[in-house]
Every structure is written in C-alpha cells, then in structure tokens.
C-alpha cells in the first residue's frame, strides 16, 4: 500500500440524473482516472430516495430551490462514487467547476458539459468533513474497496 500521508483522502462524487441520461458517466470517470485518483467504491445506477437526497442536501433546506433539487436528484438513476486521493475533495471541485455552469471555465466538467445550475450534471463534495458525511450516507463501509493501485508510484512523487 503507497503510505504517503495525505493520500487516503476521500470525496464523494455523484453524476446527476441528467449526466447519466446524457451518456456522460464514461466521460467523468475518465477524467478522475486520467488525472490519477482511484476510485474505491461506486453505486452504478442508483435511484435515490427523497429520504436519502433531503438528508444529503439538508444545509439547503431554507433555499428556495430545495424542494425542486430534491425533485431532480430524485429523477432518475444516479452514479454514486467514492475517489481516493491526495487533496481530492478541493481537486475534485477544481475539475468540477462552479456550481452554475455559466460560470464555470472551459476544461471543467460543468464548463465544458452543461449550461443551466439547475442541470449542472455531477456533485461533489465541499470538505474533507462533507465528503466523510456524505460517504457514509450513501454507503455501507465494506462497500468501499482498499487496493494496490500499480500505478501510484508513477502519480506521485
Ligand atoms: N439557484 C439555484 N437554482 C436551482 N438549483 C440550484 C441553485 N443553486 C444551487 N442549485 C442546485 O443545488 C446544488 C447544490 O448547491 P450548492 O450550493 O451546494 O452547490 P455545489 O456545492 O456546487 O453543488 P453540489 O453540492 O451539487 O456539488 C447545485 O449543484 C445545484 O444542482
């Protein structure tokens, strides 16, 4: 196993039901692979429940758009998955984007994929702390895998 501290962090990543409906989820995961991280747990296609969703998005719940949120998450089948890394939950937001995609800079994933907040395709999560609580609500901890990846001593120094 690479022991370098700081690796075994954790963040929680989502693609929308409109990523999944937009055949997005191999372009996405791609884009973690490439840049290095490992992916040690996924939910291929799961459909959320509004219990689950209004758990996950309970900071929100004063925020006009709650209820719609709640509505879209719980549309169709998501992508649930956990990635592995050194510093991933901020790199994983730096890939991500802004939340509203007009804002969002080419080469991001919202930048280059979608247009609307409403519809802005994937989540991910914005602490070290909201990734281990979402973590933990979307999976049982021997769903998520420890493993060699081979390739870590060619990512990291
Ligand atoms: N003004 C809005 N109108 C409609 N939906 C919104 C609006 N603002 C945020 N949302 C939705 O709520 C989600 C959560 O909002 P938040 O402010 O936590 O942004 P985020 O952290 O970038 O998004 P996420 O948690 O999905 O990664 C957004 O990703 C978006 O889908």
Known sequence: MFSRSGVSE???IAIKPDGVQRHLVGEIVRRFERKGFKLVGAVCCVQASEELLKEHYID????P????????MSSGPVVAMVWQGLDVVRMART??????PAESKPGT???DFCIEVGKNVI???DSVESAQKEISLWFHPEELMCWEDAAERWIYE
Do not use: A, Q, W
């Open 10 to 12: 954790r963040t929680f």
């Open 60 to 63: 929100l719940r004063d925020r």
């Open 65 to 72: 758009f709650y209820g719609r949120l709640v509505k879209y």
């Open 95 to 100: 890939m991500i984007g802004e939340t509203n």
């Open 109 to 111: 994933i919202r930048g």
């Open 123 to 125: 989540h991910g999560s």
